[in-house]
T-cell receptor
Framework: NAGVTQTPKFRVLKTGQSMTLLCAQDMNHEYMYWYRQDPGMGLRLIHYSVGEGTTAKGEVPDGYNVSRLKKQNFLLGLESAAPSQTSVYFC?????????????FGPGTRLTVT | AQRVTQPEKLLSVFKGAPVELKCNYSYSGSPELFWYVQYSRQRLQLLLRHISRESIKGFTADLNKGETSFHLKKPFAQEEDSAMYYCALALTGGGNKLTFGTGTQLKVEL
C-alpha cells in the first residue's frame, strides 16, 4: 500500500498562473482533507470531503477549489496563484465511522509563487 | 471557539532530561485531543490520543479539564525524539476534522 500520495512534490508558479495538486489514497477512506502548513501557523484546513462527489470549506478556503470525482482522489486547484499561497500543502485521509479521528498524511507539496 | 494553543515554538533539552510540550485548548464540550509528530523528512503521523490513555515511545499525555491542557511528557529525552510536535483537537460537525496548534519543534541535544 502506498497510503496517501501527492503530485507534484515541488512546484514554482508565477503570480496569476493556475495549477492542480493531486492527492490519491489507496486505503478506501471516505474522508479526505487539504491543509496548508506555514511557519508559525501550524496546519490549517483548506477544504475537505466526506465522500465521493462532496466537498466542504475549511478554515482558509479562499483562492482554492477542490473536487472529489473519485473516492480515491482529491484535487486542489489554484485558479490564479498569489504569493500568499506559497506554502507546503498536505493531503490527508481518514476512514468513516472511526471515532479515533486518525488522519493519514501524504508527503506534502512545496509550492512557491513568485 | 474551538482552538489549540502551543505556546512554545522551540523547545531544546539535553538527552536524558525530562520533556514537557505544552498544549492548551478551548472547547466547551468534552474534547478529544491528539498529538501528531513529524520527524525530519517523514510524514505527519499520529503519536497518541487521549482517549486511549496509552504510552507511545515513552510519551504520555494527560487531559486536564480544569486547566484545559493536554501536555505531552517524557521522562528521559532521546535524540530520536527530535521532531515537530502538533497538538490537535477534534472538531464538531462530522468529517473527523481536526484543528491543529502551531506546533513545537523539539530539539534534543547530546
Amino acid at each position: 500500500n502506498a497510503g496517501v500520495t501527492q503530485t507534484p512534490k515541488f512546484r514554482v508558479l508565477k503570480t496569476g498562473q493556475s495549477m492542480t495538486l493531486l492527492c490519491a489514497q489507496d486505503m478506501n477512506h471516505e474522508y479526505m482533507y487539504w491543509y496548508r502548513q506555514d511557519p508559525g501557523m501550524g496546519l490549517r484546513l483548506i477544504h475537505y470531503s466526506v465522500g465521493e462527489g462532496t466537498t466542504a470549506k475549511g478554515e482558509v478556503p479562499d483562492g482554492y477549489n477542490v473536487s472529489r470525482l473519485k473516492k480515491q482522489n482529491f484535487l486542489l486547484g489554484l485558479e490564479s496563484a498569489a504569493p500568499s499561497q506559497t506554502s507546503v500543502y498536505f493531503c490527508a485521509s481518514s476512514p468513516h465511522g472511526q471515532l479515533s479521528y486518525e488522519q493519514y498524511f501524504g508527503p506534502g507539496t512545496r509550492l512557491t509563487v513568485t | 471557539a474551538q482552538r489549540v494553543t502551543q505556546p512554545e515554538k522551540l523547545l531544546s533539552v539535553f538527552k536524558g532530561a525530562p520533556v514537557e510540550l505544552k498544549c492548551n485548548y478551548s472547547y466547551s464540550g468534552s474534547p478529544e485531543l491528539f498529538w501528531y509528530v513529524q520527524y525530519s523528512r517523514q510524514r505527519l503521523q499520529l503519536l497518541l490520543r487521549h482517549i486511549s490513555r496509552e504510552s507511545i515511545k515513552g510519551f504520555t499525555a494527560d487531559l486536564n479539564k480544569g486547566e484545559t491542557s493536554f501536555h505531552l511528557k517524557k521522562p528521559f529525552a532521546q535524540e530520536e525524539d527530535s521532531a515537530m510536535y502538533y497538538c490537535a483537537l477534534a472538531l464538531t460537525g462530522g468529517g473527523n476534522k481536526l484543528t491543529f496548534g502551531t506546533g513545537t519543534q523539539l530539539k534534543v541535544e547530546l
